[in-house]
């Protein structure tokens, strides 16, 4: 069973930084294509960034870009999102989540499986 | 940016009803890349449909997809308890990936 679990977030400082995860389990993380989505309060999906399996592409949304890096350790099964320079406005709940894709070059860019979340609030 | 429009806001409606969720695209969504997901409270998404009608591993028959272009809908056929929830759609034709607001859907 797919399991992916994100730890990380909290109450930060405009301005601040915050590093999330999200450990996975389940399947072979080394091979799939992994993305950061994120919900603001009452609000829809925002997708954020996402990253290829080894690493060699790897695309964010306007609205982070220079801000946050995605990244990922496949010894350790583990999805990163360094989120620097944050804002009010990037006060959600972030979500990881996998693609379908395990093909290297091409994402499918659709998330057949998520985790829990982990909520970040931006606020002085 | 193709932005993706959720109508109705919310539904109203009993166990049993038939129901239809529209999505619809700002501009025509490349090879019909149409995904839709469920979400209920305090949970993460759960994906029902990709490719506008195919359903995922593990998704009941009552929940089918259709469209293309700039209109899609999700319908599912008969309303069990556990579907009150919060449907999304997303388009990954386009880039940026984008999502619609949601249509939730509540017992009357």
């Known amino acids: 069973e797919v399991q992916l679990v994100e730890s990380g977030g909290g109450l930060v400082k405009p301005g601040g930084s915050l590093r999330l995860s999200c450990a996975a389990s389940?399947?072979?993380?080394?091979?799939?294509?992994m993305h950061w989505v994120r919900q603001a309060p009452g609000k829809g999906l925002e997708w954020v960034a996402r990253i290829n399996s080894d690493e060699t592409i790897i695309d964010y949304a306007d609205s982070v870009k220079g801000r946050f890096t995605i990244s990922r350790s496949n010894a350790e099964n583990t999805l990163f999102l360094q989120m620097d320079s944050l804002r009010a406005e990037d006060t959600a709940v972030f979500y990881c989540?996998?693609?379908?894709?395990?093909?290297?070059?091409?994402?499918?860019?659709?998330?057949?499986?998520w985790g829990q979340g982990s909520l970040v609030t931006v606020s002085s | 940016e193709t932005i993706l429009t959720q109508s109705p806001g919310t539904l109203s409606l009993s166990p049993g009803e038939r129901v239809t969720l529209s999505c619809r695209a700002s501009?025509?969504?490349?090879?019909?890349?149409l995904a839709w997901y469920q979400q209920k409270r305090g949970q993460a998404p759960r994906l029902l449909i990709f490719g506008a009608s195919n359903r995922a591993t593990g998704i009941p028959a009552r929940f089918s997809g259709s469209g293309s272009g700039t209109d899609f809908t999700l319908t599912i056929s008969r309303l069990e308890p556990e579907d009150f929830a919060l449907y999304h759609c997303q388009q990954y034709g386009n880039a940026p990936l984008s999502f619609g607001g949601g249509t939730k859907v509540e017992i009357k």
């Open positions: 389940g399947f072979a993380f080394n091979d799939y294509w």
């Open positions: 989540a996998k693609d379908s894709s395990s093909r290297l070059a091409v994402a499918y860019n659709w998330f057949d499986s």
């Open positions: 501009q025509s969504v490349r090879n019909d890349y």
